[in-house]
């Protein structure tokens, strides 16, 4: 007759959180907009005019042309009943931006020169990366300094990492959302356009963004002796 004994296996470690978390203004704004569709070729060449007077525009506060693409075209023959026809095309737009300081003044050229359909459909951030890995960093420093803080208050030494891991779930949910999210007028602005005509008249800014929030999150595990 065999006995069999049980052992338990104590759990000696520590699991701790540590978190990091930053705001940061935007510095890359991507703007998207459209251009009326026009109904002729003769019309092309107002087009061209629009888009030269932006370019222009916008070089003289300091910004690349090569920052305003075309993202969309558009073009299409309709044929009437009586067998004229007739040319359509429209156009979207992408305009990067290096801050919201600029976004009043931009969307009112915009409105100004017939664009419409204006939205911030992006906010990044040039050193994302780095930002992101700098996070990264002091988040595994704090969650070692907790680890030594706790130790130290049981009167146990703390003894080699047994698992670090990065947790997205424990994230906040605004994270990785900004990169891809549209927002509309309505929300940029604070006292608005109005069904987006034209007003000669503001001359404070009244376009504001939220700001970047990056949070990075780790997991770690210490043993204790």
């Known amino acids: 007759m065999f006995a069999l004994a049980q052992t338990s296996v104590v759990d ?3 699991t701790v959180i540590g978190i990091s978390e930053l705001e940061i203004e935007p510095d890359l704004i991507t703007l998207s ?11 092309e060449s107002d087009v061209v005019t629009l ?3 932006l370019t222009k525009f916008l070089s003289t506060l300091g910004i690349p042309k090569d920052n305003f693409t075309i993202d969309r075209f558009f073009a299409r023959e309709q044929i009437s009943l009586t067998g004229s026809s007739k040319f359509k095309q429209s156009k979207v737009y992408k305009l990067v931006i290096p801050s919201s300081l600029l976004l009043d003044t931009i969307v009112t050229k915009c409105f100004e020169l017939g664009l419409e359909n204006v939205y911030v459909s992006k906010i ?4 994302i990366d780095s930002l992101k890995n700098d996070l990264l960093s002091k988040a595994i420093h704090s969650a070692k300094t907790k680890a030594e803080i706790i130790a130290s208050n049981m009167g146990v030494s703390l003894g080699k990492v047994i698992m670090v891991n990065e947790s997205y779930k424990l994230v906040g949910d605004r994270s990785d959302l900004y990169y891809d999210r549209p927002f509309s007028m309505e929300e940029v602005v604070v006292t608005g356009y109005g069904s987006g005509r034209y007003n000669s008249q503001r001359n404070s800014s009244t376009i504001n963004l939220e700001k970047l929030h990056l949070s990075k999150t780790v997991i770690a595990k210490f043993e204790i002796n």
Do not use: G, P
């Open 124 to 127: 990044d951030h040039s050193k």
């Open 12 to 14: 000696k470690s520590i």
């Open 51 to 53: 888009e030269n007077k």
């Open 33 to 43: 907009m459209s251009l009326k569709e026009t109904e002729n070729v003769k019309k």
